[in-house]
């Protein structure tokens, strides 16, 4: 399935399974947000931890919330935290995320 028909009608329960979990301004970028994704591919998510939250969450807790994010979806999920996302890769995926 295509991770951008795998979300249809689900934006609202995958914003509240981000925010469940204390991530904020959830986005969706790559193919998905393109509009070329195809069966098989990923859906990349974008998310921030807020200030207060910072140091709190586990990369445990990021592989559950990464899991359950792919149940809900049905499609294999790349999930990555926007706070830590390398200074050369932020012009291409700011140019291309999708807020949820």
Not at 58 to 70: P, V
């Amino acid at each position: 399935m295509k991770p951008s028909h795998a979300i249809h009608g689900k934006t609202r329960e995958i914003k509240l399974l981000i925010e469940s979990y204390g991530f904020v301004s959830p986005a969706i970028f790559g193919s998905a947000a393109r509009g070329n994704d195809e069966e098989g591919s990923d859906l990349d998510i974008l998310a921030s931890i807020p200030a207060g939250m910072r140091g709190t969450i586990s990369l445990f807790d990021i592989q559950h919330f990464q899991e359950a994010l792919e149940a809900l979806t049905g499609v294999a999920v790349d999930f990555n935290v926007e706070n830590a996302m390398p200074d050369h890769l932020r012009p291409f995926i700011e140019s291309e995320m999708v807020l949820l």
